[in-house]
Each structure stands twice: as C-alpha cells, then as structure tokens.
T-cell receptor
Framework: TQLLEQSPQFLSIQEGENLTVYCNSS?????LQWYRQEPGEGPVLLVT?????EVKKLKRLTFQFGDARKDSSLHITAAQPGDTGLYLC??????????????FGQGTILTVHP | GAGVSQSPSNKVTEKGKDVELRCDPISGHTALYWYRQSLGQGLEFLIYFQGNSAPDKSGLPSDRFSAERTGGSVSTLTIQRTQQEDSAVYLC????????????????FGPGTRLTVL
C-alpha cells in the first residue's frame, strides 16, 4: 500500500510569514499533485510536478519534487489570509489496476491570521 | 460551463438505513472517481469508472458499498445498512480521460455530500 505522510497537520501563522509543507513517501510516484480545498468545496488542483528535482512556481507558492520522486514540498512566501485552507498532496500511480488513482496525504490545515 | 455536481449536499440518516449518493460529472468526461474524506483529513480513494466499467473496486471499504455508472454519465454510490463509521464527506471527481502517470487529465471535484449516520 502506498502512503503519503504530510506534515505539519496544522499550521497557524501571522500574515507575512513564510511556511513550508512537506509530503513524504517510501514509494515512488509517477508524478505528484498539490491541491487546495476550502470548506464546503472539493479540492482544486494547484500544480503537478513530474520530473525528479523539478521546481514550479505559482506566484508566492513554490513546489518542489524530490530527486527520487518520493517526496515533495510546498513553500509559501509572505502568507496572506486568503491562503487559508486545507492543502493536500496526492501521488499519481503509474499503472496496472491503480492507473489513474490518486493517493492523498492527510492534509495540512493552514490558518493565516491578519 | 457546469462543473461536477453532487446530490444531496447533506444527508442525515439512521444507522441501518440505505443511502444513495449521486454524482453528475462534467459533460464529456469519461472518467469518474469517488473518494471519502473524514473531517479535515485527506481523501480516501473508493472506486473509479472508465466509461461504465469499474476496473478497480479495491478501495470500497466493505461489501455494503457499491457504485454504478450508467450511460457513461451519472454515477450513484450506494451504502447499505449504514454504520456510524460511514459518516464522512463523499466526493466525486471527473476527468476528460483516465488520469495518466504524468498527471494529465485533471480531476475536477464536486462539492461533496456530507453524510451523517446517527
């Protein structure tokens, strides 16, 4: 069974601070995705990282995929209250009967205080 | 265009009753996925459909859970003889085609059905 360990589970910070969320696994994934979810809504895809060592930037968000494609991180610079939400990482499986299935981490609940 | 819709948005039921949850995917999306999410937690994969067939049912928690998809569109997730541990948000997602290993074919999620079993 593939597992994704996400940390921290909770993060409460002040506006303007930086933060990093980690996603780790003992398994290799073909690619890894990061989602953001707000209360009462489904998750929304932020980014997909595919190549080991890949770094992608989305405004103040920086996503990195580990060289071995087993771990990833999300770094937010100068967090704003609008960044508040549940952040989820999800590993994409390569094939077989698991083809297309996403394996999700437990999520990180981020609260940014004004 | 319209996104993924799910109904009902909330369902409260008594232990032992059967419930049926509905998902309307985005028009033209051939792949459909069901997930379960406990409060503030990650998503647990239940089942996916490619067209009307479900190649992987291994995520269904027990034989009380079943799902079907007809006409390559609407899907229903049925939980028989509900238990309190079934209480969760059930999320449906659809994608244009089956998600590939490089993350292609983005999954678009519905708002979920919050199920409470008393």
């Amino acid at each position: 069974t593939q597992l994704l360990e996400q940390s921290p589970q909770f993060l409460s910070i002040q506006e303007g601070e930086n933060l990093t969320v980690y996603c780790n696994s003992s398994s290799v994934f073909s690619s890894l995705q990061w989602y953001r979810q707000e209360p009462g809504e489904g998750p929304v895809l932020l980014v997909t990282v595919v190549t080991g060592g890949e770094v992608k930037k989305l405004k103040r968000l920086t996503f990195q995929f580990g060289d071995a494609r087993k771990d990833s991180s999300l770094h937010i610079t100068a967090a704003q209250p609008g960044d508040t939400g549940l952040y989820l990482c999800a590993g994409v499986n390569a094939g077989g009967t698991s083809y297309g299935k996403l394996t999700f981490g437990q999520g990180t609940i981020l609260t940014v205080h004004p | 265009g319209a996104g993924v819709s799910q109904s009902p948005s909330n369902k409260v039921t008594e232990k032992g009753k059967d419930v049926e949850l509905r998902c309307d995917p985005i028009s033209g999306h051939t792949a459909l996925y069901w997930y379960r999410q406990s409060l503030g937690q990650g998503l647990e994969f239940l089942i996916y459909f490619q067209g009307n067939s479900a190649p992987d049912k291994s995520g269904l928690p027990s034989d009380r859970f079943s799902a079907e998809r007809t006409g390559g569109s609407v899907s229903t997730l049925t939980i028989q003889r509900t238990q309190q541990e079934d209480s969760a948000v059930y999320l449906c997602a659809s994608s244009l085609a089956l998600a590939g290993p490089r993350g292609g074919n983005t999954q678009y999620f519905g708002p979920g059905t919050r199920l409470t079993v008393l």
